[in-house]
C-alpha cells in the first residue's frame, strides 16, 4: 500500500474507497462510481495520475474525485440534490390504515392483527377526512396514499370514500396524486375490482411462491389452511382486468399489480423455484425482502428464522436465476435490486425511504392510525402494537401540520437515521446509496443506535451492494442492470 507521506490530500475530493475482486472501488457524496488498477489508485492518491493517464484523470476529475474548481461546485450541487432529491420535498408517502381487522394470521406479520368482525378498530369516515386533509398540506407536489390494515378491504366504505374524496381535494391543490391498496387479495370481488380500476388505484399483494411455501406462511386466521389458490384466482382474475383496461387505454398510465415476497425459513430451499412461480403467474418482477422484527414475527422467529448469512445465499442464488434469465431473454426484475440501480447507475433518488439517509419517518412519509394517531411512518405504528408508543407524532384530529412535522420524535428519527451519525457507516463506500432504518433497529436492540456493523441488516445491505459492483464489472450484466431501469 502507498506511504501517506505520499498521498497529496490538496488535490482529493472527499470520498470513500474499498477493494472489491482486485481493483479499488471509489465513490463520491453525488453517488458516482469508478474502478481503479492498484497502480492507477496509487497513482492518483500520489498526484501523479494526470500525468500519467489524462482520460482517466478527466473521468475521475467530473465524478467529483478530485478538489473541485469553484466553477464546478454548482454542477456537483445538482448531482448531491438529484441524488437525494426525496429530502427536500415534504411527506409524499401516508399509510392509511383502514382496519386492524383480517381474515389472515401470516407467520411473519408485521401488525398484531384482531379477527375478522372485530369492533372498534376501524377507521371512521370523519378521521379519514382529517386524515386527507392534513396529508394535502404537505408542500410535496406527490401526495401517495396506500391503504394498509389488516386487510384494507374489510372497511371498504372507508376505502371508497378516501378515493373520492382525495381526488375531490386534489382538484384544487393539483398534485400528482397516487393511490395504492395493499391487499391479500383474497377478498376482491367484481365490483370492488371495478371501482379500483376506474379510479386508478394501484395494487399490491404479498405472494411467496408455490403453494408448498405460500401455504406455510399465510394461512387463514380460522386455521383452515393457506390461501394460495384464492390469491392465485384472484391474481389472475385481476391482471386479466389490468390488461383490458391497458388495451383500451393506451396513452394513460395504467399500472401493474406487484407483488413481495418476504422470505422464510421455508423459502430457503427454494429461490429458483419461487422465480419460476412468478414468470408462470404473469409477473415480470420480484421484490424480494427478509423478514421484519415487528408484530406476530417476535413470537414465530423460531419457526421462521434464519441467520442473515442464509439469506444472502438465497437473494443471491435468486438473482442468479433471474440474471441467467434475462441474459437468456426474459425480462425480468428484482425490485430491491432495481431500487439500489437506480442510485447506482442513473445517480436519481429512488424514492425508497430504506435506502435514504435520514430515512423518511416523519419526514418522507407518515402512518394514520385506524384511530387517527399519527405516526413517523408504518413501521412507527406496528411498534405501537408492541407497546411502543415512542414515534407517536399527534393525531389528526388536532394537530397542525407543522406540529407533526417539526416535532422532537422527527428530529430524532433524522438523527438515529442519518449515516453521518453511525459508526461504520460515514466512511463506508456505499454511503451514498444506503439507509437504515431507526424503528427496526429499536425493536431488534434497543436502540435507534446500535453497533451498525453488527446488525444483521448491514451485512444484508453490504452483501446486496457487494454483489452488484461485482457484477458491473461486466458489460453484459451492467446491460441487464440499465435494461430494469427503463
Known amino acids: 500500500m502507498i506511504s501517506p507521506a505520499k498521498i497529496r490530500y490538496q488535490n482529493l475530493a472527499n470520498f470513500r474507497f474499498t477493494k472489491l475482486g482486485g481493483r479499488y472501488l471509489l465513490t463520491s457524496d453525488t453517488g458516482r462510481w469508478i474502478f481503479l488498477e492498484e497502480k492507477e489508485y496509487e497513482q492518483f492518491l500520489e498526484g501523479t495520475l494526470a500525468k500519467k493517464n489524462i482520460p482517466l484523470f478527466r473521468e475521475l476529475k467530473a465524478g467529483g474525485f478530485v478538489k473541485p474548481k469553484k466553477s464546478d461546485i454548482p454542477t456537483q450541487a445538482s448531482q448531491y440534490l438529484a441524488l437525494n432529491a426525496s429530502l427536500a420535498q415534504g411527506p409524499s408517502l401516508f399509510m392509511f390504515v383502514l382496519t386492524l381487522q383480517c381474515n389472515h394470521r401470516c407467520l411473519y406479520c408485521q401488525v398484531i392483527p384482531e379477527k375478522k368482525g372485530a369492533k372498534g378498530f376501524d377507521m371512521s369516515k370523519e378521521t379519514a377526512k382529517k386524515s386527507v386533509d392534513l396529508a394535502f398540506r404537505s408542500p410535496s407536489q406527490h401526495i401517495g396514499i396506500e391503504f394498509q390494515g389488516g386487510e384494507p378491504l374489510l372497511n371498504w366504505p372507508v376505502l371508497e370514500y378516501v378515493v373520492k374524496y382525495a381526488k375531490t381535494v386534489n382538484k384544487t391543490a393539483k398534485k400528482e396524486l397516487r393511490i395504492t391498496l395493499v391487499t391479500n387479495l383474497t377478498l376482491m370481488d367484481d365490483e370492488k375490482l371495478a371501482f379500483l380500476l376506474k379510479e386508478n388505484v394501484?395494487?399490491?399483494?404479498?405472494?411467496?411462491?408455490?403453494?408448498?411455501?405460500?401455504?406455510?406462511?399465510?394461512?387463514?386466521?380460522?386455521?383452515?389452511?393457506?390461501?394460495?389458490k384464492p390469491l392465485v384466482k384472484n391474481i389472475q382474475i385481476v391482471q386479466?382486468?389490468?390488461?383490458?383496461?391497458?388495451?383500451?387505454?393506451?396513452?394513460?398510465?395504467?399500472?401493474?399489480?406487484?407483488?413481495?415476497?418476504?422470505?422464510?425459513?421455508?423459502?430457503?430451499?427454494?429461490?429458483?423455484?419461487?422465480?419460476?412461480?412468478?414468470?408462470?403467474?404473469?409477473?415480470?418482477?420480484?421484490?424480494?425482502?427478509p423478514l421484519s422484527p415487528f408484530g406476530l414475527?417476535?413470537?414465530?422467529?423460531?419457526i421462521i428464522g434464519y441467520s442473515a448469512e442464509e439469506f444472502i445465499a438465497f437473494y443471491e442464488q435468486a438473482l442468479e436465476y433471474i440474471l441467467e434469465l434475462n441474459l437468456a431473454g426474459t425480462l425480468f426484475v428484482e425490485r430491491t435490486a432495481a431500487l439500489a440501480l437506480k442510485k447506482i447507475l442513473n445517480h436519481q433518488d429512488a424514492s425508497y425511504?430504506?435506502?435514504?439517509?435520514?430515512?423518511?419517518?416523519?419526514?418522507?412519509?407518515?402512518?394514520?392510525?385506524?384511530?387517527?394517531?399519527?405516526?413517523?411512518?408504518?413501521?412507527?405504528?406496528?411498534?405501537?402494537?408492541?407497546g411502543h408508543e415512542n414515534f407517536r407524532l399527534g393525531a389528526v384530529q388536532?394537530?397542525?401540520?407543522?406540529?407533526?412535522?417539526d416535532n422532537e420524535v422527527t428530529r430524532t428519527m433524522c438523527l438515529g437515521s442519518s449515516l453521518d451519525n453511525q459508526a461504520?457507516?460515514?466512511?463506508?463506500?456505499?454511503?451514498?446509496?444506503?439507509?437504515?432504518?431507526?424503528?427496526?433497529?429499536?425493536?431488534?436492540?434497543?436502540?435507534?443506535?446500535?453497533?451498525?456493523?453488527?446488525?444483521?441488516?448491514?451485512?444484508?445491505?453490504?452483501?446486496?451492494?457487494?454483489?452488484?459492483?461485482?457484477?458491473?464489472?461486466?458489460?453484459?450484466?451492467?446491460?441487464?442492470?440499465?435494461?430494469?431501469?427503463?
Open 353 to 386: 425511504y430504506e435506502m435514504r439517509s435520514p430515512c423518511g419517518a416523519g419526514i418522507g412519509q407518515m402512518a394514520f392510525d385506524y384511530d387517527g394517531e399519527i405516526y413517523t411512518c408504518d413501521e412507527g405504528r406496528m411498534a405501537k402494537r408492541m
Open 297 to 302: 414475527e417476535r413470537q414465530t422467529i423460531d
Open 240 to 289: 386479466t382486468a389490468i390488461a383490458r383496461k391497458k388495451a383500451r387505454n393506451k396513452k394513460t398510465f395504467v399500472d401493474q399489480l406487484n407483488a413481495v415476497l418476504t422470505t422464510t425459513k421455508f423459502s430457503l430451499p427454494y429461490p429458483k423455484e419461487i422465480v419460476d412461480e412468478y414468470i408462470t403467474k404473469g409477473f415480470n418482477n420480484v421484490f424480494i425482502r
Open 424 to 486: 461504520g457507516c460515514a466512511d463506508c463506500v456505499y454511503k451514498p446509496y444506503c439507509g437504515i432504518c431507526p424503528l427496526a433497529n429499536f425493536i431488534e436492540y434497543g436502540t435507534i443506535f446500535p453497533q451498525i456493523l453488527n446488525t444483521d441488516k448491514h451485512k444484508i445491505n453490504k452483501a446486496l451492494f457487494d454483489y452488484l459492483f461485482s457484477k458491473l464489472q461486466d458489460e453484459k450484466y451492467r446491460s441487464v442492470f440499465q435494461s430494469w431501469l427503463v
Open 398 to 405: 388536532t394537530e397542525k401540520y407543522a406540529d407533526v412535522v
Open 202 to 228: 394501484s395494487f399490491a399483494c404479498s405472494f411467496d411462491g408455490p403453494d408448498f411455501v405460500h401455504n406455510k406462511n399465510r394461512i387463514y386466521l380460522d386455521g383452515k389452511g393457506g390461501s394460495y
